[in-house]
């Protein structure tokens, strides 16, 4: 071959190399689905995450069925007020024995962030998980 086509070959070789996806580690991709159900609130405190947290905290308790050993402590979900559309931002913090498995107990800031009033008492929802590291 001549010398030229071996330099386009490696030329080839590695535009491809570089052009190749980057591998993500698996823990950080996660299929996003969304639940739906009951939105209630609570006052916080020490919570199932080992956080102290304060009703003015945009905190939410999940489901204990959803909750196990804790490995949502700390990540963010998205929350959408079906009745009006409004959405906000809660951070997981704790668990909830009282609750389905599509439903959320949300600290009495969230619960108001989402233009529900407190003699609502109940909302419905529709929430996922935000990717890991996500911060509003």
């Given at each position: 071959?001549?010398?030229?086509?071996?330099?386009?070959?490696?030329?080839?070789?590695?535009?491809?190399?570089?052009?190749?996806?980057?591998?993500?580690?698996?823990?950080?991709?996660?299929?996003?689905?969304?639940?739906?159900?009951?939105?209630?609130?609570?006052?916080?405190?020490?919570?199932?995450?080992?956080?102290?947290?304060?009703?003015?905290?945009?905190?939410?308790?999940?489901?204990?069925?959803?909750?196990?050993?804790?490995?949502?402590?700390?990540?963010?979900?998205?929350?959408?007020?079906?009745?009006?559309?409004?959405?906000?931002?809660?951070?997981?913090?704790?668990?909830?024995?009282?609750?389905?498995?599509?439903?959320?107990d949300m600290s009495l800031s969230l619960f108001k962030a989402l233009g529900a009033s407190l003699d609502e008492g109940v909302i419905?929802?529709?929430?996922?998980?935000?990717?890991?590291?996500?911060?509003?």
């Open positions: 071959m001549a010398p030229v086509t071996y330099l386009t070959l490696a030329l080839a070789f590695v535009g491809s190399a570089l052009a190749a996806p980057t591998p993500v580690a698996p823990e950080l991709l996660q299929k996003r689905v969304t639940h739906s159900g009951r939105g209630t609130f609570f006052e916080v405190g020490l919570g199932a995450c080992g956080k102290f947290n304060v009703d003015s905290d945009l905190i939410v308790a999940i489901a204990s069925s959803r909750f196990g050993g804790g490995d949502n402590c700390e990540q963010f979900v998205e929350i959408v007020n079906k009745k009006n559309g409004k959405h906000a931002f809660g951070l997981v913090r704790d668990s909830c024995p009282g609750c389905g498995s599509g439903d959320l419905s929802i529709d929430w996922h998980f935000k990717e890991r590291g996500f911060k509003p």
